[in-house]
Each structure stands twice: as structure tokens, then as C-alpha cells.
């Protein structure tokens, strides 16, 4: 790899904790510079009646940094998108494309965007999660790499830069296995952060273990984080 940096892009607060943070907290701890971006505000998740909107904003955002102290992140940029609105257009893109051109990751990490549904677990993927997916996805592959697209970012120095690798977290295709055995501990303690999100939270840990151990055992590793991994031209 040429730069050892990565940066992950999810759509809300806790996305890529409880998707891909022991990778990250991995390569951190092996001399990586590890970002993320927080693509929208988190201002939905709360079934409290006494939340309010700003003040959730305030608190997913403080929670989100707690955690990426503890995963050993250089940075995190928040975009503030609103919840539940996120929307794949130029506007989210030329986003990202500035912070890869800033960063200059070798590889990205986001979600699946081809995932809308699984009818056996019975649930929906989020519209911010696929949103996030697609703008990351094309934010890699072409618009970063191109010195004619989004030319005018290049008066602020951010010049065209080519991702080597997108990894996507993935429910249901099992691709690439990265074992987190030495990392669960700061993967479960980043999650705890997310305090405003579980109610409870010994549940969420118990299903988080569950998950990467059974990940893990398909190449025996103790615990794992899976990814689909695309190599870029
Ligand atoms: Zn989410």
C-alpha cells in the first residue's frame, strides 16, 4: 500500500463501531492514520420523549469522539447531514472526494450499497446506510481520481487521488476475514460509548461477540470483522 492511512465514511454515530472499529483500532495500533466521517447528524436515534433533536445532535457527536479516542482515530469530520435524509447526490460526493484528496487513504471503508433488505433476518437497510454506501463507493472510483472532476477543489491544494482498495461491510457475503481477536476488547468498549443508542447495552455486546466469533471461526481467528473487499484500477 502506498499510504498507510484508511478512512471509513458511515452514515451515522456507532455505523462503523459496530461495522469495521477493530480493523481500524488494528491498523492504528500498527501505525496506520485511521478517519472517519460521520455523514449525517444523528439526530433521529432516540425514542426518548424528552430528546430533542439539538441536544441529540450534541451527544451522538461527544459519544462518537469518546469512541474514536479509544479505536486511536486521527481524526473524525462530521458532515451534520439530517438524519433519515441522507441523499446520494453531488453535493455528499464532492464531500467525500474532499476529505480522500485531503486524507489520501489507500484504502476506504463504507457500507454495502447494493444491501436493501434482508428477508431472513427481516429487516430493511437503513436509507442513510445505502446512501452513504453509494456516495462513498462513487466518491472512490471515478470522481477523487479525476483532475477534471470537481477541478475547483484543487485552489485549496486537494488534488486527484487514486483509493486502492474499498472495503465494504457486508451482512451476507463473506469475503474478506480480518482477525480482531487482539481488538474486540476496544471494539466493545468504543461501542459502549454510544451510551444515548442501547438501552441495553449487555444485550448489544453479547450479539457483537456472538457475530465475530462466528465470523472468526470460518478461518480461525477468535474473533473477526468481514468486509467485501474491491481492488480499484
Ligand atoms: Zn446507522
Known amino acids: 500500500m502506498k499510504n498507510k492511512t484508511i478512512l471509513a465514511v458511515g452514515a451515522h454515530p456507532d455505523d462503523m463501531d459496530f461495522g469495521a472499529s477493530g480493523t481500524l483500532a488494528k491498523l492504528a495500533k500498527e501505525g ?12 433521529r436515534g432516540s425514542d426518548d420523549p424528552k430528546m430533542t433533536h439539538q441536544r441529540l445532535v450534541k451527544i451522538r457527536r461527544e459519544e462518537q469522539e469518546a469512541s474514536g479516542k479509544i479505536l486511536g482515530l486521527k481524526k473524525i469530520f462530521f458532515f451534520n447531514h439530517t438524519d433519515t435524509q441522507l441523499v446520494a447526490d453531488l453535493i455528499l460526493k464532492k464531500e467525500i472526494v474532499r476529505i480522500i484528496r ?15 433488505y434482508s428477508q431472513d433476518r427481516g429487516f ?25 472532476t470537481f477541478q475547483e477543489l484543487e485552489k485549496d491544494g486537494l488534488t486527484p487521488h487514486r483509493v486502492e482498495e474499498l472495503w465494504m461491510v457486508s451482512f451476507d ?10 481488538n474486540i476488547e476496544q471494539k466493545i468498549k468504543a ?41 480499484l484500477p
Open 32 to 43: 496506520w492514520e485511521a478517519y472517519l466521517i460521520i455523514c449525517t447528524d444523528g439526530s
Open 102 to 116: 485531503k486524507v489520501k487513504p489507500s484504502i476506504v471503508i463504507s457500507m454495502d450499497p447494493t444491501f436493501y
Open 124 to 148: 430493511v437497510n437503513h436509507t442513510d446506510h445505502r446512501a452513504a454506501g453509494l456516495a462513498a463507493m462513487d466518491a472512490c472510483f471515478p470522481l477523487c481520481r479525476d483532475r477534471l
Open 173 to 182: 457475503k463473506v469475503d474478506r476475514l480480518v482477525d480482531i481477536s487482539k
Open 191 to 231: 461501542l459502549s460509548m454510544h451510551v444515548s443508542q442501547f438501552a441495553d447495552f449487555k444485550q448489544v455486546k453479547k450479539r457483537v461477540l456472538e457475530r465475530a466469533r462466528i465470523l472468526g471461526e470460518k478461518k480461525g481467528f477468535k474473533f473477526a470483522e468481514n468486509f467485501v473487499r474491491l481492488k
